[in-house]
């Protein structure tokens, strides 16, 4: 594409800002959407997609609510923010959600559908999840595909995130770069993705806590949206 065809492009459409925000959402719950609405406000996003992930035939025995059931509680808490989409990338073709999904590839096909001049990919991670990165399928290209905004969580030290990169991926020190956002706010830059850290935000709600209070018919009031509570209670969910 010339320089002239891009601007063209960018002129009919202005670039787009999109987050991914994957997990199992077993239930989504307000610690989740804590996390995406303070990205939201630091990066202001046009979309923020959360992506149920799919359950692999393999893991059909480990303990997870069935796709149909996170989806609809993802689409329920969805329905309050104009800009968060529920996401079927990782459904599979039938929508069962039993195929096994590598979030390079579901990276590779959010690329793909937001291709226009500028647009950008973000990718939201709690830093639990983050630290276990390394054995995610091609996690050093996955890193280059996109920025990463890292949600810290108690206990969890900025040094030990950066660790997890590997030191051939990160980019010099670039004084322009390093003006633009204080360190704190910056794991690192590589070279044409940076990693960002999010502070501050992260609860101590998990869905292990909701799923156990569910269980023993304890109340999950404030701990996900009152949709959720209301679909967890009517289909029985957890118990
Ligand atoms: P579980 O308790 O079942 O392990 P979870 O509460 O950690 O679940 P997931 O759906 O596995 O929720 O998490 C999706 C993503 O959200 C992960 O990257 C995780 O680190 C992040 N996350 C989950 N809970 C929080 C929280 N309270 N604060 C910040 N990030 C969170």
Not at 43 to 60: T, V, Y
Not at 190 to 219: C, F, H, K, M, P
Request: charged fraction near 25%; aromatic fraction near 10%; charge should be positive.
């Amino acid at each position: 594409m010339t320089i002239a065809q891009a601007h063209r492009t960018a002129a009919k459409h202005p670039p787009r800002r999109v987050a991914l925000f994957g997990g199992s959402f077993d239930p989504i719950h307000s610690g989740h959407l804590a996390v995406a609405r303070a990205a939201d406000r630091r990066f202001n996003f046009d979309e923020i997609h959360f992506i149920p992930a799919s359950r692999p035939p393999h893991k059909l025995k480990q303990h997870l609510a069935p796709f149909p059931h996170r989806f609809a509680m993802a689409s329920l808490a969805c329905a309050e923010h104009p800009h968060f989409v529920p996401s079927l990338a990782e459904a599979g073709e039938d929508f069962a959600g039993t195929q096994l999904h590598y979030s390079v590839d579901t990276v590779r096909y959010f690329r793909h559908a937001y291709n226009h001049h500028g647009d950008r990919i973000y990718f939201i991670i709690g830093a639990d999840a983050f630290l276990d990165i390394p054995v995610w399928k091609e996690y050093d290209t996955l890193l280059g595909l996109c920025d990463f905004i890292v949600a810290n969580r108690p206990g969890i030290r900025a040094e030990a995130l950066r660790l997890v990169i590997p030191p051939d991926l990160i980019a010099r020190p670039d004084a322009k770069k390093e003006a633009e956002q204080s360190p704190s706010q910056v794991i690192a830059h590589l070279r044409g993705t940076s990693i960002y850290l999010l502070e501050n935000i992260s609860s101590e709600v998990s869905a292990t806590d909701i799923r156990r209070r569910a269980n023993r018919g304890q109340s999950i009031h404030g701990l996900v949206s009152v949709r959720v509570e209301e679909y967890i209670l009517k289909q029985g969910l957890y118990r």
